[in-house]
């Protein structure tokens, strides 16, 4: 039988869904690009410390995921590149891609010789910023693809040039420049997943004002082996090792000031953070104040866990205030226990802002509803995955680009 | 044998300058039959590629061993033909990065790592696809509610012709059933026709879909890609397909056991899917003054369901607003645990809650008592305080879902009839990352048979379900597994003139891969298989291998070790590590720089399942001192990605331990170990703190031998 030539499906954004619904294509048998705009695949997922329920690590359905992506001929992966614009219809696009400059080439051999000699340092991003990496850097030790990076915002280039000079290889070129290049598809899944909402706009919470209230993201990188307090968990003020935890529900969420809807992962999130740092501080206290405890289907059971462990308590109340302790930039969370009545002052730590899930920035102008999520549909050949398109946890997500891999090869047949 | 292997070995990325690249190279000339072997300062870059495909073609080579990097990275690079075996030897991650530059040790490790690397391509070949003949693309869908209907439109829309077979005399299930549906996209203010309406025409109108109604499936026989099923509806009916969506469904959960809320108690307590019925029935009905809901009616609840079933707090919304709609002057009361109407569905309860008429509190029932026609709630733990009692003319049970059951499937498997399940009875994969992992391959389960869920998740399940179902039709026509081992060629190859008939293989396939004959033979179906090797490991005659992992390649790797004698005072311990997680943890434990015991050998495994006793007993008869098996997480929340590899391991091993005993040995020469691919630290702290246990111990006695 012959396999008539189809153009492959382009799928923008390289976190969990964007490579699932690659895989999955390409091992039904159809050729697809995956782009990515930072320099390595895994997005939101591989900066995680643990999913919930089973605080299992993310990087080991990566390691498979990246698996399929090396072995299977049929993928082809650009990272560093975004989207610039589609034209024509369905099975017919013609899209323009944008590779910022490659300054460490494919031939890089992430031998970290370059580190060793490079002078200049970085915030890194991946620890978002609370800890530095040399302007030329190893975004984290699974980086895939396996190799270096610059960062042109710090690094002083060829005025410089210790890398180069160092690198054996001549893996590295600071003259390089950006590519605009075409590519044709048959069709494109957007996949450009979310980012966590701006916790600085909630004025009660003093996000940006105190630095022991951290958002729950931020805290996937304290409590993170890898993370800036390597195996400590350390708050930023003075990275000493906190003992009062608060967790704050609903840190914006389902407030018709900040963001209206449930990002239905933030509950199970604190749950698992709460757990986590049991583990590894028996002896913490963790407070979580809740609207209503949002766990469905059979993560109950983690519930239950949580709810046995007598050093985490579920206070259900929504928290009105914080203050900063002038001298140990402890912080004093006030909030109506609304089961008693009574109130509560209480003083922590550390606060975790439990921040929701808002659609990342689209690069086009896409069709978006209320909220701002993309629409499924955008044109017939052109669909919006998972948390894009809504906001919701890594298992559903899985599942969302999986049925969007469906929906590609119906159109690329 | 007889092989034409080149060796290449690489200096770069400070190899070069932490072992004698020129002694490696004599140790291997010397003492393996090898055609050419060469250094590199720099194998992956253009020359080194084109050094080595010169060489295969000039001399050619039908194996090359590259001494290099981890096989995790540069994998495009070593790409070469499909008819050469390219073996890598991980000289930088796993000796240089994490072993003293220059010491004697340091260079021994390399030296057996290349000639394991050796040994082990002496002893494997390049696969050979297993093709069936006659592979079927259709796919039968079990199940007609709107997962089954929603997976057969869209698989039939993919290109494929799909066989629906429904129980019941007309399709659509629990939906339906329904007399509105929740809104799931903008406008949330107004409940909509049940989508499963048109789905339904849309089904029988497609002449893809090939429909059996009142139908059962007596048996299902055969593998992915030719399953053999055989359809009772009234008359007998066989098929033939390539592979299986379950979307059998649910099940309310059973009121009757509610008596404690007056289900059956009293005639107007009803359950959420009774009050739905009766809605749609007579919707222009005049309703009661006053009805109270009761969410989680026997949900989260340890003496019934402990579970939420997702959908009732939405259900409970709607229908209350169903009320409201019909029945201006009927109050509707809600008693909650939590109002669980994640992501968006938040709009639609925002909605509801404009509703002066609508009273919701959080609170627990502590009576229900009918007096006079009426019942009378009393419910403590209120948000108001003080212990309430409402009046109401009915009350409304929000019962949850159990999964209807995959029994009916009726596969006539050696491991049984359906689907395995997890806790509660679903038949859900228990991989976060990977939800349609399925344990019998080519059968998908998609909808509220996996995993409570409503309408819309339940419609994006089936297309999930769906595209699996037709990635494994094309993945059997290539001769590939499926995940997680998606692309591999080989397949378990049975030498079964030896076969005792022990029914291991049959008992211990996570997969059901193997039937058997009434004597216990295996009955092997290639494309059920998952290529893990369980099965190998399992054998005790050793019988079962695969074209590049097999008892002899593994023992070739074992053999090639040099031993030293116990007068050096190098033990030798033997790792075992699964490829996916432990061995990618010894890479990143390389990258950080952690030094472990130059003392240990490590050979990755598909899983530690697959180790087969004769290579520990290889091993400790070779004279190592010790043996190291290090897999993923076995238990409840299991990370194993064959399911219970790590489990039959531990439980060999606690075997092979007292048979250690038997002949003087301590039991301890022999651990198993589980880390996460992120344990980098930890496994570098069990190997150290094992070569310390095994140097407590002393020499295996059976080194002198």
């Known amino acids: 039988m012959s396999i008539p030539h189809k153009k492959p499906t382009l799928i923008v954004g390289g976190g969990i869904s964007g490579i699932t619904t690659a895989v999955e294509i390409a091992e039904v048998g159809k050729e697809v690009i995956l782009i990515e705009q930072k320099p390595y695949l895994g997005g939101n997922v591989i900066k995680m410390n643990n999913y919930f329920p089973k605080l299992c690590p993310p990087a080991c359905g990566l390691e498979i995921n990246f ?326 946890d890594v298992s559903s997500s899985v599942k969302d680009a999986t049925a969007a891999a469906l929906k590609a090869i119906q159109l690329t047949g | 044998m007889g092989k034409r292997t080149g060796v290449y070995i690489c200096s770069g990325c400070e190899i070069g300058k932490s072992i004698n690249i020129e002694k490696l190279s004599q140790t291997v000339t010397g003492e393996q039959n090898i055609t050419v072997c060469k250094n590199h300062s720099s194998l992956c870059s253009v020359e080194g590629y084109e050094l080595i495909s010169r060489d295969i073609e000039k001399e050619k080579l039908d194996s090359v061993v590259i001494a290099a990097c981890s096989p995790r990275v540069k994998t495009g690079i070593f790409d070469f033909p499909e008819n050469i075996i390219c073996e890598r030897v991980n000289l930088r991650e796993q000796v240089v990065w994490c072993y003293e530059q220059g010491e004697e040790d340091t260079q021994m490790a390399a030296e057996d790592y290349l000639r394991m690397g050796i040994a082990r391509v002496k002893n494997i070949l390049i696969s050979q696809p297993y093709i069936a003949d006659d592979i079927s693309s259709d796919i039968l869908v079990v199940g007609g509610g709107i997962t089954g209907i929603t997976a057969s439109i869209e698989g039939a829309k993919a290109g494929y012709t799909v066989h629906l077979i429904e129980k019941e005399k007309k399709l659509g299930g629990w939906s339906g059933k329904l007399y509105k549906q929740i809104p799931y ?233 359906g689907l395995p399940e997890l806790k509660y009875n679903f038949s859900d994969s228990h991989f976060i990352c990977f939800p349609y992992e399925t344990r019998r391959t080519g059968i998908y389960a998609a909808g509220s048979l996996r995993a409570p869920m409503d309408i819309p998740s339940s419609m994006e399940d089936a297309k999930g379900a769906m595209l699996k179902a037709i990635q494994c039709i094309e993945a059997t026509k290539r001769g590939e597994a499926v995940h997680p081992r998606s692309g591999d060629k080989t397949y378990p190859s049975l030498y079964l003139e030896r076969c005792t008939d022990c029914k291991r293989c049959t008992e211990e396939c996570p997969f059901g891969a193997y039937d058997e004959t009434e004597k216990g033979t295996p009955l092997p179906n290639p494309t059920r298989c998952r290529r893990c090797g369980i099965c190998l490991g399992s054998c005790p005659e050793r019988i079962i291998s695969f074209s590049d992992f097999s008892i002899n390649s593994v023992s070739a790797m074992i053999k090639s070790i040099n031993v030293p004698d116990e007068f050096e005072e190098k033990p030798r311990i033997l790792v075992f590590v699964c490829e996916n997680d432990a061995y990618p943890a010894l890479d990143m434990a390389g990258r950080k720089g952690l030094k472990y015991s130059p003392y240990v050998r490590i050979i990755p495994v598909r899983c530690i399942g697959s180790i087969n006793n004769v290579w520990i007993s290889d091993a400790l008869s070779k004279g190592f001192d010790g043996i190291l098996q290090i897999g993923c997480k076995p238990g409840d929340d299991y990370q194993c990605h064959f399911i219970h590899g790590s489990e039959l391991t531990e439980t060999r091993s606690e075997n092979l331990q007292e048979t250690l005993e038997t002949m003087m040995l301590e039991p301890e020469r022999i651990k198993t170990e589980f880390v996460e691919i992120t344990d980098y630290y930890k496994i570098t702290e069990i190997i150290n703190e094992y070569v310390e246990a095994i140097e407590e111990i002393g020499p295996n006695p059976f080194k002198e031998i």
């Open chain 2, 185 to 417: 996209k903008e406008p949330y203010n107004k409940l909509i026709e049940p989508v499963v309406k048109e789905k339904i025409r849309n089904v029988e109108d497609n002449p893809d879909i090939k429909i059996y109604k009142s139908a059962t499936v007596s048996k299902i026989t055969g593998q992915p890609g030719k399953f053999e099923i055989i359809i009772q509806n009234g008359q007998e009916q066989k098929i033939t397909v390539g592979s299986i969506v379950a979307s059998m469904g649910w099940k309310p959960y059973d009121a009757n056991a509610l008596t404690h809320l007056g289900y059956g108690k009293y005639k107007n307590v009803l359950t959420n899917v009774e009050f739905e019925e009766l809605i749609k029935e007579y919707p222009e009905k005049q309703l009661a003054k006053s009805i109270l809901f009761i969410q989680c009616a026997g949900s989260r609840d340890k003496d019934h369901l402990p579970y939420c079933s997702s959908f009732c707090c939405g259900t409970t919304l709607k229908q209350a607003k169903y009320i409201r709609d019909l029945s201006p002057e009927t109050s509707v009361f809600i008693i909650y645990k939590d109002i669980r109407t994640p992501g968006l569905y938040e709009e639609f309860y925002k909605e509801v809650q404009k509703d002066d008429y609508l009273f919701m509190t959080k609170g627990e029932i502590n009576e229900i008592k009918e007096k006079d026609n009426k019942l009378q709630i009393s419910i403590k733990n209120t948000l108001l305080g003080d212990d309430i009692e409402i009046t109401a003319d009915m009350v409304v049970l929000a019962t949850g879902m159990t999964p209807a059951g995959t029994e009916d499937l009726n596969l006539a498997y050696r491991l049984g009839k």
């Open chain 1, 67 to 392: 698996r399929r992506i090396r072995q299977n001929p049929r993928i082809k992966y650009y990272t560093s590149t975004t989207l610039l614009e589609i034209s024509g219809e369905k099975n017919n696009f013609s899209v323009k891609l944008r590779s910022a400059p490659q300054y460490v080439k494919d031939n890089c051999t992430a031998c970290g010789k370059c580190v060793e000699v490079c002078p200049e340092e970085r915030p890194d991003e991946f620890n978002y910023n609370f800890s530095k990496t040399k302007a030329i850097y190893f975004p984290h030790e699974m980086a895939f693809p396996a190799k270096f990076s610059i960062d042109d915002r710090y690094c002083k280039k060829e005025s410089c040039n210790k890398c180069v000079e160092v690198c054996e290889y001549n893996a590295i070129d600071l003259s390089a420049k950006e590519e605009v290049f075409f590519l044709e598809v048959g069709s494109v899944v957007f996949a450009t997943g979310w980012k966590n909402y701006d916790a600085g706009l909630i004025e009660n919470l003093h996000y940006s004002d105190f630095k022991n209230v951290v958002t729950n993201v931020e805290f996937e990188r304290l409590i993170a082996s890898n993370g800036p307090g390597k195996d400590k968990l350390i708050r930023p003020s003075d990275n000493t090792e906190p003992e009062e935890i608060v967790f704050v529900q609903c840190a914006g969420s389902r407030d018709e000031n900040y963001l209206p809807y449930c990002s239905a992962v933030c509950c199970p999130a604190s749950l698992k953070h709460a757990l986590s740092i049991q583990e590894k501080y028996p002896d913490s206290k963790i407070k979580i104040f809740y609207i209503d405890l949002r766990v469905s289907g059979r993560n109950e059971d983690f519930l239950a866990k949580v709810e046995e462990n007598k050093n985490i308590e579920l206070i259900k109340g929504k928290v009105a205030k914080i203050e900063e302790v002038g001298e140990t930039k402890n912080l004093i969370v006030e909030a109506e226990d609304v089961l008693s009545g009574k109130k509560i002052k209480h003083e922590a730590d550390l606060v975790v802002l439990a921040t929701g899930i808002v659609p990342s920035d689209a690069t086009l102008n896409l069709n978006k509803d209320q909220n701002g999520f993309l629409t499924e549909i955008q044109k017939e050949g052109i669909h919006a995955v998972s948390c894009c398109k809504k906001p919701m």
